[in-house]
Structures are given as structure tokens and as C-alpha cells.
């Protein structure tokens, strides 16, 4: 069984309008967790997807907005040097988050995403189930100019198992257990930036689209539907420029 993705951030430089953004439009439980914390909003996992964190950037950090998700290993330092092995780069080294909160680090795979990496505590012994009904983040989407390699790497870094769907020209990620599941897409010229991303199921593309337009976000595509009768999408920018997708299930 492959390593699963457990959480995902959303960051912006103004955190708070950020997070209030996000409420507004999924209605989303999002505690902030101080100062002493990066006054970062950790969001509660719904049913059927995972939890995360939408934060405040700062001037230091290499990027003011971007998404990106984190993969669970039990070793992060191991994990660091199997990617610095395959192409990848170490970007930040093993750091615990706070006491009895797991530990992080950061890599920049050979398509130049940044994408986290996450080890429990070595006390933890139990799950965090999910404790909302609200629009759940259900699928991650990672891109580069070849996504055969991207998924080659991703395949030996953390033993996921891809299915190339030829019509679609995408490769779907299997879920692992405790994750979420999600695709590596072939990204080219004429698309927005390269920014690894993360989908929102709901039961109206149209109207969550409207939603976060009003709220001030940005409407990328509109609905339609994805080729193998897989659901359909949608994708907006939040108030942040981050891209973010809408997924309706099929049926």
C-alpha cells in the first residue's frame, strides 16, 4: 500500500480574509491557532476527504499564495534523501510541528512542486475521523512538462499506484487508506502556472462557482464534464490567486 496524502494547505498573505473566504464558501470549521502558531487555521476533515490548513504567508517565504499537500512517511529524513535520489530537492529538513502534532518536512519534486511530507507522533496510537459534513477536499492534482517522468517519480518515491487514462491524457492516483486520491497531468504552454492543486466535491459546480466569484474569487473554467464519465469539474481562483477545482461525482 502506497503513502497517503493527509492534509493539504491553502496559503495567501492576508490569512485571516483568507479563512474567511474559505467559511464563507464551504463552510468550512477553521480554528486559528494563534500567533505562536503563525496564526495558522487548521481545517476540520469532513466526510469523505481530508483536513488542512489555510495560513498567512510572510515576506520571507519563496511564494506569497500557493496550495500544496503533504504525503505521511514514518521516516522524514529517509523520505528527504530518497527524493534528492530520484531528482527531487530537499527544500525543508524534519521539524516538529508542536508537541503531540507529528512532525513535517518540505521536497521540490523534478517538475519543481513543492509538496510536504508528514510523520505522526511517536506517541500517537488512534485516528482523527472526520467531525463535518461540509464539501470535503476529495482529490490532489500535481503537474509537469512530463508527466510520464512526474509519475515514474511519484511511483518510486512513495509506491502509488497510477492508471493512465489515455482520453483524458491524465494519470489518476489511487487512494490509499487514510488519504485522499488524486492525479499528475501533463501541463502545458497555454495553461496557468504550474502549482500543485486541490479539488472540492459538491453537489452544484454552477453555484459554488457563483458562490466564490461573489465572495471575490475568480472563475477559471466553467462547469463541464471529464472524459470516461468520471464526474465533471469546475475551477476558480480564490482571493489569493490560488487555483482551486470543484468536482461534482458522477450520476
Same mark, same amino acid.
Given at each position: 500500500?502506497?503513502?497517503?496524502?493527509?492534509?493539504?494547505?491553502?496559503?495567501?498573505?492576508?490569512?485571516?480574509?483568507?479563512?474567511?473566504?474559505?467559511?464563507?464558501?464551504?463552510?468550512?470549521?477553521?480554528?486559528?491557532?494563534?500567533?505562536?502558531?503563525?496564526?495558522?487555521?487548521?481545517?476540520?476533515?469532513?466526510?469523505?476527504?481530508?483536513?488542512?490548513?489555510?495560513?498567512?504567508?510572510?515576506?520571507?517565504?519563496? %511564494?506569497?499564495?500557493? +496550495?500544496? $499537500?503533504? *504525503?505521511?512517511?514514518? /521516516?522524514?529524513?529517509?523520505?528527504?534523501?530518497?527524493? #534528492? =535520489? !530520484?531528482?527531487?530537492?530537499?527544500?525543508?529538513?524534519?521539524?516538529?510541528?508542536?508537541?503531540?502534532?507529528?512532525?513535517?518536512?518540505?521536497?521540490?519534486?523534478?517538475?519543481?512542486?513543492?509538496?510536504?511530507?508528514?510523520?505522526?507522533?511517536?506517541?500517537?496510537?488512534?485516528?482523527?475521523?472526520?467531525?463535518?459534513? %461540509?464539501?470535503?477536499? +476529495?482529490? $490532489?492534482? *500535481?503537474?509537469?512538462? /512530463?508527466?510520464?517522468?512526474?509519475?515514474?517519480?511519484? #511511483? =518510486? !518515491?512513495?509506491?502509488?499506484?497510477?492508471?493512465?487514462?489515455?482520453?483524458?491524457?491524465?494519470?489518476?492516483?489511487?487512494?490509499?487508506?487514510?488519504?485522499?486520491?488524486?492525479?499528475?497531468?501533463?501541463?502545458?504552454?497555454?495553461?496557468?502556472?504550474?502549482?500543485?492543486?486541490?479539488?472540492?466535491?459538491?453537489?452544484?459546480?454552477?453555484?459554488?462557482?457563483?458562490?466564490? *466569484?461573489?465572495?471575490?474569487?475568480?472563475?477559471?473554467?466553467?462547469?463541464?464534464?471529464?472524459?470516461?464519465?468520471?464526474?465533471?469539474?469546475?475551477?476558480?481562483?480564490?482571493?489569493?490567486?490560488?487555483?482551486?477545482?470543484?468536482?461534482?461525482?458522477?450520476?
Amino acid at each position: 500500500m502506497g503513502n497517503p496524502v493527509v492534509h493539504f494547505e491553502i496559503a495567501g498573505p492576508d490569512g485571516p480574509s483568507l479563512q474567511q473566504f474559505y467559511r464563507d464558501l464551504f463552510g468550512w470549521k477553521i480554528d486559528a491557532q494563534g500567533e505562536e502558531m503563525g496564526n495558522y487555521g487548521l481545517v476540520s476533515a469532513n466526510e469523505g476527504g481530508i483536513g488542512g490548513g489555510v495560513f498567512p504567508t510572510t515576506e520571507d517565504m519563496p %511564494a506569497r499564495s500557493y +496550495v500544496t $499537500f503533504y *504525503v505521511q512517511v514514518d /521516516d522524514l529524513q529517509g523520505a528527504l534523501d530518497k527524493v #534528492t =535520489g !530520484m531528482g527531487g530537492n530537499a527544500i525543508a529538513p524534519p521539524t516538529e510541528i508542536a508537541p503531540g502534532m507529528g512532525s513535517i518536512a518540505m521536497f521540490g519534486d523534478p517538475a519543481g512542486n513543492t509538496i510536504g511530507l508528514y510523520s505522526l507522533p511517536q506517541e500517537w496510537d488512534g485516528e482523527m475521523p472526520p467531525n463535518g459534513n %461540509a464539501p470535503p477536499v +476529495v482529490h $490532489f492534482e *500535481v503537474g509537469g512538462s /512530463d508527466a510520464a517522468v512526474l509519475a515514474e517519480f511519484y #511511483t =518510486g !518515491m512513495f509506491d502509488w499506484q497510477v492508471h493512465h487514462h489515455e482520453e483524458a491524457n491524465y494519470r489518476l492516483v489511487q487512494q490509499d487508506s487514510g488519504g485522499i486520491g488524486g492525479g499528475i497531468f501533463q501541463h502545458t504552454e497555454n495553461m496557468p502556472p504550474n502549482h500543485p492543486s486541490v479539488a472540492v466535491m459538491v453537489d452544484d459546480l454552477q453555484a459554488y462557482l457563483d458562490k466564490a *466569484v461573489s465572495l471575490g474569487g475568480t472563475a477559471l473554467m466553467p462547469p463541464r464534464e471529464i472524459p470516461g464519465g468520471f464526474g465533471s469539474i469546475a475551477i476558480f481562483y480564490d482571493i489569493a490567486g490560488n487555483r482551486i477545482s470543484l468536482f461534482k461525482s458522477p450520476g
